[in-house]
Nanobody, 119 residues
Framework: VQLAESGGGSVQAGGSLRLSCVASGYTYSSYCKGWFRQAPGKEREEVARIETDGDTTYADSVKGRFIISKGNAKNTLYLQMNNLQPEDTAVYYC??????????????WGQGTQGTVSS
């Protein structure tokens, strides 16, 4: 399984970015997909996840600003990030639970895409 993110970049505070993730090489279905981020000097944190029935969960820090969604193609995942703030600056990773649901750890990761927000 390979996950490839795109859509990162640099924006000013209040701006928006839309991240995309394309999966390939799936042997098993993934019923849980998500986005994580890691800021300099900090641990990686979960930003959002989406389950097979469409249920979504967000970190408190991004609620009301970020939207996770699945594309019409089964192998695509998006993260719409609005009203970005400097504290959102991080490397963003796409992740999936291959072969299971959200009760299992994420076990497939992309390489990450940088998102930078300036004040």
């Amino acid at each position: 399984v390979q996950l490839a993110e795109s859509g990162g970049g640099s924006v000013q505070a209040g701006g928006s970015l839309r991240l995309s993730c394309v999966a390939s090489g799936y042997t098993y279905s993934s019923y849980c997909k998500g986005w994580f981020r890691q800021a300099p000097g900090k641990e990686r944190e979960e930003v959002a996840r989406i389950e097979t029935d469409g249920d979504t969960t967000y970190a408190d820090s991004v609620k009301g600003r970020f939207i996770i969604s699945k594309g019409n193609a089964k192998n695509t995942l998006y993260l719409q990030m609005n009203n970005l703030q400097p504290e959102d600056t991080a490397v963003y990773y796409c992740a999936a639970v291959v072969g299971g649901y959200c009760d299992r750890p994420f076990n497939s990761w992309g390489q990450g895409t940088q998102g930078t927000v300036s004040s």
